[in-house]
């Protein structure tokens, strides 16, 4: 197990470039092979959910330097929880959540990192703000002052073309520039989570800043 996950870490890294932050993405994966990751150099570990994180958590409390990622949908009653485990939050899909978390964040003194998630194209089983929705609640988002709003991250629908994908990461490229050139005080642009183990080279090419990889690190999930 050490040297496959090993070997895909040093392929990976080889062929993207230094800019895109890796992201290995821990569902159901052991604290073990997280910790043969971790000597691999991975740095950026991703839950989706916030029970296996606060699992995981006190397990690795020795590698400190660890900077953990929340990619799952939250549900509002546990976002205490994830405040107080993740420094990312990369999955806030509605206004109500993050109004939610800021308020939440202010009363604990915390100011994550987050990133707004967008659903370019319908898809009944994805969550996330559709392009006009979050047009709409960006000044309501603007208020959110214990939030450090960063990006978005955006999941392809499954079964889509190439090109079809391709499509879906520059739209979300081009909604990311057309918020940065309104100017909030309280929304930047700078992030865009997109790509994961099966087309994250096609993220790279439409301005991915950071990749999500779990099966191509990992192996076959465990259900």
């Known amino acids: 197990m050490i040297d496959l996950i090993t070997e895909q870490i040093i392929k990976i890294r080889a062929s993207i470039p230094e800019s895109v932050r890796l992201i290995a993405v821990t569902?159901?994966?052991?604290?073990?092979?997280?910790?043969?990751?971790?000597?691999?150099?991975?740095?950026?570990?991703?839950?989706?959910?916030?029970?296996?994180?606060?699992?995981?958590?006190?397990?690795?409390?020795?590698?400190?330097?660890?900077?953990?990622?929340?990619?799952?949908?939250?549900?509002?009653?546990?976002?205490?929880?994830?405040?107080?485990?993740?420094?990312?939050?990369?999955?806030?899909?509605?206004?109500?959540?993050?109004?939610?978390?800021?308020?939440?964040?202010?009363?604990?003194?915390?100011?994550?990192?987050?990133?707004?998630?967008?659903?370019i194209l319908?898809?009944?089983?994805?969550?996330?703000?559709?392009?006009?929705?979050?047009?709409?609640?960006?000044?309501?988002?603007?208020?959110?002052?214990?939030?450090?709003i960063k990006g978005l991250m955006t999941i392809p629908c499954l079964g889509l073309s190439e090109s079809e994908t391709l499509g879906v990461f520059e739209r979300t490229r081009e909604l990311a520039e057309t918020i940065q050139h309104q100017n909030w005080t309280n929304i930047e642009m700078q992030q865009l989570s997109m790509g994961m183990s099966e087309d994250y080279s096609l993220a790279i090419q439409k301005g991915a800043t950071m990749i999500r990889l779990g099966r191509i690190i990992f192996g076959q999930r465990r259900n």
């Open 27 to 119: 569902k159901t994966v052991s604290v073990e092979a997280m910790r043969i990751a971790y000597q691999a150099g991975i740095r950026d570990f991703a839950e989706n959910r916030v029970q296996e994180a606060a699992e995981k958590y006190p397990q690795l409390q020795d590698l400190q330097d660890i900077t953990w990622h929340l990619i799952g949908h939250l549900q509002t009653n546990k976002a205490t929880k994830a405040l107080q485990l993740f420094q990312w939050i990369q999955s806030i899909d509605s206004l109500k959540l993050a109004l939610r978390l800021d308020r939440l964040a202010g009363e604990l003194g915390y100011q994550p990192q987050v990133c707004l998630q967008v659903k």
């Open 122 to 148: 319908p898809d009944p089983n994805k969550f996330g703000w559709t392009i006009p929705e979050l047009l709409a609640e960006l000044p309501q988002l603007n208020q959110c002052q214990h939030l450090k």
